[in-house]
Nanobody, 114 residues
């Protein structure tokens, strides 16, 4: 069984920063990629950023230059540094782990006030 534990969401003013962390545990053999998606009210879940097993990264156009994804210091962890946050970044952010099937965290709320 695989578990994802997220932390770091919260309320921040526009222009501020937050850092999200995700730790994966359980029966993890080969990670295809790990990353973050988000879902705003009334919208579909969308990719924010992912990092692959060979450390390639992919970002949504809307966050390029503002968000950075990187591996945490502990094994099977991934962090998302979010800078210059905008009100439109408000969403529930979900950690995502792709093994032989996808796994999702429970989500952490990010709210950006204008």
């Amino acid at each position: 069984q695989v578990q994802l534990v997220e932390s770091g969401g919260g309320l921040v003013q526009a222009g501020g920063s937050l850092r999200l962390s995700c730790a994966a545990s359980g029966n993890i053999v080969i990670i295809t990629f790990m990353g973050w998606y988000r879902q705003a009210p009334g919208k579909q879940r969308e990719l924010v950023a992912i990092i692959t097993s060979d450390n390639s990264t992919n970002y949504a156009d809307s966050v390029k230059g503002r968000f950075t994804i990187f591996r945490g210091t502990a094994k099977n962890t991934v962090d998302l540094q979010m800078n210059s946050l905008k009100p439109e970044d408000k969403a529930v952010y979900y950690c995502h782990l792709r093994l032989w099937r996808p796994y999702w965290g429970q989500g952490t709320q990010v709210t950006v006030s204008s």
